[in-house]
């Protein structure tokens, strides 16, 4: 630890994440606003952003909570589904200013789901929940696949794919999500709530001795975790314009553990840093598509061998302490602090 | 040291509590497992500020009882009545809750956290602030952070540890990590504390100073204490009432002086004289 640190008092390091934030999103929105982005770029950038929420939502299930839930894909189905079908059949506004209900209306509907799954397959110890998600997803995905209408109204096409979504998803809607995920889940897990929640992770009898329910933070978190999935749902939709329900498989579930695991779990900035890494590289390494997936097990033998924790561990940084420690006054207090990124 | 006095629900507890009603009693107490019967005819009645002490050999279910005390195990029969209020049907969160707080023989801290934190999970249910509070990071969220934070380092200072706030809970001594465990528990303000072998592992300058700060959190904050130890010279010492347990039942209870002569006691740790065996 330097000798010579200065503390930056918390509540001026928020109002430094805040601005600098600001910044980025509006400098962002600018320079894509400007061209001088292609739209293939603004493309791999944005499903960066969706692709971020995704392993910050598992990473709040996995990492926080100490549960394996292997369905998460089948969240994300749920929240783009509803937001895409809310989204095509609302039209008394226009898509743009429906979209923020339409991410909302994804998000609860993946948490109210999260909250019916999580109820049973938390009250039980150990790995329950694993198996329940797992067979969750399947079971979205293969009703999906198999149902066009519902109570008579058209509304999801089946395997058919639900087409003509709005495509309302744009660099600044998409990163106000991400930005608003990081400050919600940091701010749960920075407060007596998440100190409950790690407890439950850490020892779960212990926790219970403690006078904490498990069952209940375990729902809790679980359901937040389901909200953001959703919520990224919601935006994937937005973003393609087109479902359908193969892309919401195992294997998308799957992805995003790896995302989740190989950042570090528990680290914030590692599942931002893995989900960017992940998003970018299959584009980075498209000239040689056939090894692309060679690369990527072998990226992840290596980091599982030489850092089995993930590349952060449980280590987390934000904006402020970067700017800190580049006036020489970084803290260590701050270095414990998330807080946004990207 | 205070006399025992027997209570109207057939138990002792030293004089001084004699007006108020027990904190701790169990009528009946068992649980089997399976075909074997692990704790059976458990009655035991603690006063409001009694030190207790539940000794036995190795495996006379003096942890089971525990368990059963704050629901790991449920009960297969029996009451256990905390204060006024029956536990029967609650599940270990709630026990804590209604006032009874432990530690265990493996220590079990959340090793991941700091001391600090440690203290502040068992200070959860003082510290008032909801869930949206503290997301929208609202003033009652700082203030309630920041008398936790006060709290647990002035509970840290019974046993000194207050300048230990900032270190990973894993990284403590062994004796440090017993303590903080006992720090722990005494946040989540109960109404007594169940300590299991806190002497374990300590030397006996450590343990010394652990009977003081026992006698002294019975003092400060006007608790019951229920200890398993093995270490006779703490038992004996500080606790004013000890029953003794073998294969699952009461044999002896009792103040230390007349444990001490208890035939059944000392032929249950020493086993009979010679001559006796066929007698």
Redesign the interface.
């Given at each position: 630890m330097n000798k010579n640190t200065r503390k930056i008092p918390v509540?001026f390091g928020?109002l430094i994440n805040t601005a600098l934030f600001a910044a980025l999103l509006l400098g962002g929105t600018k320079v894509i606003g400007s061209g001088a982005v292609s739209m293939y770029h603004t493309k791999v950038i944005l499903l960066c952003g969706i692709n971020i929420i995704l392993a910050l939502s598992l990473n709040l299930a996995t990492g926080f909570l100490g549960q394996l839930p292997l369905g998460h894909a089948g969240f994300m189905a749920l929240g783009a589904y509803s937001s895409a079908i809310f989204m095509r059949n609302v039209t008394i506004l226009p898509p743009e200013a429906l979209f923020p209900f339409g991410i909302l209306i994804g998000g609860l509907m993946a948490a109210f789901i999260g909250f019916l799954i999580g109820i049973p397959a938390l009250r039980l110890k150990g790995d329950y929940l694993a198996i329940i998600t797992l067979g969750f997803g399947e079971i979205i995905r293969v009703v999906l696949l198999n149902i066009d209408d519902v109570l008579g109204f058209k509304l999801t096409y089946g395997a058919a794919s639900l087409k003509n979504i709005p495509k309302t998803t744009n660099f600044f809607n998409t990163f106000l999500c991400v930005a608003i995920t990081c400050?919600?889940i940091y701010?749960?897990i920075k407060?007596?709530?998440?100190?409950?929640t790690?407890?439950v992770r850490?020892?779960e009898?212990?926790?219970?001795?403690?006078?904490?329910?498990?069952t209940y933070y375990k729902t809790?978190g679980f359901t937040v975790s389901a909200f953001f999935a959703g919520v990224a749902g919601a935006l994937y939709a937005g973003y393609l314009g087109v479902l359908s329900p193969s892309s919401f498989g195992f294997m998308k579930s799957i992805e995003i553990l790896v995302t989740v695991v190989l950042g570090g779990m528990g680290s914030m900035a590692g599942s931002v840093i893995s989900a960017t890494v992940l998003t970018a590289l299959p584009e980075v390494l498209r000239a040689f598509s056939e090894y692309r997936m060679i690369a990527y097990s072998l990226l992840l033998v290596i980091v599982m061998i030489f850092k089995p924790t993930g590349l952060m561990g449980?280590y987390d940084f934000s904006l402020s302490t970067l700017i800190g420690r580049f006036n020489g006054n970084a803290s260590k207090k701050f270095e414990k602090e998330g807080g946004k990124h990207e | 040291m205070s006399n025992l006095v027997p209570v109207p629900s057939r138990g002792m507890v030293p004089e001084r509590d004699v007006k108020d009603r027990p904190v701790l009693e169990t009528i009946h107490l068992g649980i089997d497992f399976g075909g074997l019967v692990a704790v059976d005819e458990f009655n035991l009645v603690i006063g409001k500020t009694e030190i207790a002490g539940l000794i036995g050999p190795n495996g006379a279910g003096k942890t089971t009882v525990f368990n059963l005390l704050t629901k790991v195990y449920q009960p297969s029969r029996g009451t256990i009545l905390l204060g006024d209020k029956d536990t029967s049907g609650m599940n270990t969160s709630q026990v804590c809750r209604a006032g009874m707080a432990r530690t265990f023989q493996n220590i079990r801290l959340f090793r991941d956290m700091t001391v600090a934190e440690n203290v502040m999970v068992g200070l959860h249910h003082s510290i008032a602030y909801h869930t949206p509070t503290a997301i929208l990071r609202l003033p009652a969220y700082w203030r309630g952070e920041r008398n936790a934070r006060e709290k647990a380092m002035d509970m840290l200072s019974i046993f000194n540890m207050q300048d230990l706030g900032g270190v990973k809970a894993g990284a403590l001594p062994y004796g440090a990590q017993r303590r903080l465990e006992i720090v722990r528990a005494l946040a989540t303000n109960p109404s007594i504390l169940l300590l299991d072998e806190p002497a374990a592992g300590m030397n006996p300058t450590e343990t010394a100073e652990l009977m003081e700060n026992i006698v002294k959190i019975r003092d400060t904050y006007q608790i019951a204490i229920l200890l398993i130890e093995h270490d006779m010279k703490l038992v004996m010492g500080i606790c004013e009432g000890i029953a003794v347990l073998n294969y699952g039942k009461i044999i002896a209870k009792g103040t230390p002086d007349e444990i001490k002569s208890n035939t059944a006691v000392i032929e249950a740790y020493l086993g009979k004289k010679e001559g006796q065996e066929n007698a």
């Open positions: 509540r928020y400050f919600v701010t749960y407060s007596r709530h998440g100190r409950a790690l407890a850490d020892n009898i212990a926790a219970e001795a403690c006078g904490i329910s498990t809790l449980n | -």
